[in-house]
């Protein structure tokens, strides 16, 4: 599927029970096959990640040994740089196919020691990236001097707030690509109801509400959750983080982007400004 290509693997599953709906610490060889198979389906970019312990060391050693060094871009994001930046330089260069370099946040990405060490990459090979919070974060960053080229942010069903076109044209004027992370809420969509009802006691039944509405419309919250982003052409590439092989199945067999227009309009019109559920730092 072509559509699979605006797909970037994560890793924060590698690394240990990494969301809300995750208890399982994958083994080298889950991470190798989901890799792998990725790949096959035809997912071409991947994020590495220095704050995801060994993760990173897992997936070099992944795409060295499945020799998909020229086959697999590789995104690393930085969480914050030692003194002695040598270990960060020695494993940049065991990465292949390195195509962007992000900051973790904003916070670091104005910070002398980020934009130090960004100064001596080839900017004509790697793009300078940022992952951030709130749309506030936008204005500074293009009133900076030092503009990224990609701006990363969540986007999913309970959090539209950076789908708005006043700002989607000021990226666009200033040349800045637009990501998506967080797709699936930190595996909020995965939950039982059961688990809603436990982890989110005072917003269950809008939860559970909703999950039915999709329902009449022969849809669910996985697929909305792929469909949505898929649907934004102005979202270059969507972060996803999956813990099996199904979850790789699950997203290829998805036919279409296009949703039933009263089912897409009350989403866009979703009055959602619960930040409890909306924003994963607050759980």
């Known amino acids: 599927m072509s ?21 399982k610490k994958l083994s080298f060889q889950e991470v190798n096959e989901i890799i792998k198979y990725s790949f096959e389906k035809g997912i071409r970019d991947i994020e590495v990640c220095s704050s995801y312990g060994e993760s990173q060391f897992k997936i070099i050693q992944v795409i060295k040994k499945k020799n998909l060094k020229k086959k697999i871009n590789t995104i690393y994001k930085i969480s914050k740089i030692h003194k002695n930046t040598f270990k960060l330089y020695n494993t940049l260069k065991k990465i292949s196919n390195l195509k962007a370099i992000f900051s ?8 002398k020691k980020f934009q130090n060490f960004i100064k001596n990459l080839d900017k004509r090979k790697i793009k300078i990236g940022v992952s951030i919070y709130e749309v506030s974060e936008i204005e500074i960053l293009l009133n900076s001097k030092v503009k990224p080229n990609i701006i990363q942010v969540p986007y999913n069903i309970f959090n539209q707030k950076f789908d708005q076109k006043i700002l989607l ?11 998506v992370r967080s797709i699936f809420n ?15 006691p005072k917003n269950f039944k809008f939860l559970i509400k909703f999950k039915k509405k999709l329902k009449k419309f022969n849809e669910n919250l996985f697929n909305i959750s792929i469909k949505l982003p898929l649907s934004k052409s102005y979202f270059k590439k969507i972060l996803i983080g999956v813990t099996c092989l199904k979850h790789i199945d699950d997203i290829s067999n998805i036919k279409s982007n296009k949703i ?10 979703l009055k959602f400004n619960n930040s409890n559920i909306s924003d994963p730092r607050k759980w």
């Open 104 to 111: 973790h946040s904003s916070n670091f990405y104005f910070s």
């Open 3 to 23: 559509y699979l290509k605006r797909f970037v693997l994560g890793s924060a599953q590698f690394s240990g029970t990494y969301g809300i709906s995750n208890n």
């Open 260 to 269: 039933n227009k009263v089912l897409i309009n009350q989403i866009h019109n």
């Open 169 to 179: 044209r000021k990226l666009k004027k200033h040349k800045v690509q637009i990501q």
């Open 186 to 200: 930190q595996g909020l969509i995965f939950l039982s109801n059961q688990d809603i009802k436990s982890k989110f």
